[in-house]
């Protein structure tokens, strides 16, 4: 399967805790996109990241909230303290280049109890 | 004024007939537009990109963009029970890469 990879599917954390969801794009493509879809709400972005640099993370909250793509392996979106706010749909799409197609993962879905 | 703007529907259409889904985007600098469909519980699924004004065809999809009008649109034709879905319009501002989505147009495609 060559499409973007998400993991895990599915995610609960209590409040208070960590979540950590990885994202492995398609092969061939080095730009990562993570956007959240809260219930009954649109996608929002959230951050556009390249192998080892963050170039817009014009969507991502202040704090608790970080995302890095490292040389090696996936893209790591972090969330620390997690709230039941943060309760979404955690999508990640890969793109061959700038503001080509962007293909879309399984996404995440994070409860926070 | 939203970024991109949809009807939320639902758009019901019968079986074999053609449906028609706008969008209209705020951006004028905007270059890149995409329209994907998303089953309840599923994630996005891209099914036509266009940069450029006018129409382009992939099988039983059309998508027609008027940069002038900031208007794009996406026409299935012969459409299907299993096209029942939100589609979602989603646009490439200005000069960053990230997309802005639209809230969706849910089709019901009748029987």
């Known amino acids: 399967n060559a499409g973007v990879m998400q993991n895990p599917r599915h995610l609960v954390r209590r409040r208070g805790q960590e979540a950590r969801l990885r994202c492995s794009p398609m092969k061939g493509h080095s730009h990562v996109y993570w956007y959240r879809q809260l219930p009954e709400e649109g996608l929002k972005f959230m951050v556009y990241l390249q192998k080892e640099n963050i170039i817009d993370e014009s969507g991502m909250p202040k704090e608790r909230f970080s995302a890095e793509f490292p040389k090696e392996g996936p893209s790591i979106l972090r969330i620390q303290q997690v709230v039941r706010g943060d309760s979404a749909a955690y999508f990640c799409?890969?793109?061959?280049?700038?503001?080509?197609?962007?293909?879309f993962g399984p996404g995440t879905r994070l409860t926070v109890t | 004024q939203k970024e991109v703007e949809q009807n939320s529907g639902p758009l019901s259409v019968p079986e074999g007939a053609i449906a028609s889904l706008n969008c209209t985007y705020s951006?004028?600098?905007?270059?890149?537009f995409f329209w994907y469909r998303q089953y309840s519980g599923k994630s996005p699924e891209l099914i036509m990109s266009i940069y450029s004004n006018g129409d382009k065809e992939d099988g039983r999809f059309t998508a027609q963009l008027n940069k002038a009008s900031q208007y794009v649109s996406l026409l299935i034709r012969d459409s299907q029970p299993s096209d029942s879905a939100t589609y979602l319009c989603?646009?490439?501002?200005?000069?960053?890469?990230?997309?802005?989505f639209g809230t969706g147009t849910r089709l019901q495609v009748t029987l």
């Open positions: 951006d004028r600098g905007s270059q890149s």
């Open positions: 799409a890969s793109s061959p280049g700038f503001q080509l197609e962007q293909y």
């Open positions: 989603a646009v490439n501002p200005g000069t960053a890469s990230k997309l802005t």
